[in-house]
């Protein structure tokens, strides 16, 4: 069974260019998370789908990041305009939530973002 | 928003030693995870614990789940380099809320 797919691994690009990211999640996962992780640190949520519905993008800073989740399957997630904050990995992840139950995250490898 | 504070921040330990980490908040949980994380690669599920006092062993590691589900410890015994990566607790509310937040998690570093 194919795993949580991320791409690209790895982007460069100068502050105030736009960015995205894809991730197909594992076959049918209904929920999907984005998280946002500098070196070291742990993973911090920016936006909970449930199947095509962001339920919690209470962290996601809306002026400059985006996110889609169309028919309720791949998701991506845009920034613009990037800023130098901004680099860190982004992870995509899937789980398959029942009533009463997180369900076990599988992860993505990430998006290494570099803003130069 | 529930806090979860992971200690140690760091650990280096020899090859064969033991060691424990810990994961506190003043919340309770409905369930919690812990979850290892190599470089370069997403976190993966080591165990989830539900129950309070509940006690899960994954081969040498001892994942304990405090009565209150407030707390939890991971116990690694005779740890090999194998072991070496970043170690993550993340716990959910429950109810309707399905968000997992994590820890900043310990980075452990078992030295041949």
């Known amino acids: 069974e194919a795993g949580v797919v991320q791409s690209p691994r790895y982007k460069i690009i100068e502050k105030k260019q736009p960015v995205a990211f894809w991730c197909n999640p594992i076959?049918?996962?209904?929920?999907l998370y984005w998280y946002l992780q500098n070196l070291g640190q742990g993973p911090e949520l920016l936006i909970r789908y449930e199947n095509e519905e962001a339920v919690d993008d209470s962290q996601l800073p809306k002026d400059r990041f985006s996110a889609e989740r169309l028919k309720g399957v791949d998701s991506t997630l845009k920034i613009q305009p990037a800023e130098l904050g901004d680099s860190a990995v982004y992870l995509c992840?899937?789980?398959?939530?029942?009533?009463?139950?997180?369900?076990?995250?599988?992860f993505g490898e990430g998006s290494r973002l570099t803003v130069l | 928003t529930q806090l979860l504070e992971q200690s140690p921040q760091f650990l280096s330990i020899q090859e064969g030693e033991n060691l424990t980490v810990y994961c506190n908040s003043s919340?309770?949980?409905?369930?919690l995870q812990w979850y290892r994380q190599e470089p370069g690669e997403g976190p993966v599920l080591l165990v989830t614990v539900v129950t309070g006092g509940e006690v899960k062993k994954l081969k040498r590691l001892t994942f304990q789940f405090g009565d209150a589900r407030k707390d939890s410890s991971l116990h690694i015994t005779a740890a090999q380099p194998g072991d070496t990566g970043l170690y993550l607790c993340g716990a959910s509310s429950g109810g309707s809320n399905y968000k997992l937040t994590f820890g900043k998690g310990t980075l452990l570093t078992v030295n041949p």
């Open positions: 076959s049918g996962h209904n929920t």
């Open positions: 919340s309770v949980f409905s369930s």
């Open positions: 992840a899937s789980s398959l939530v029942l009533s009463g139950n997180t369900g076990e995250l599988f």
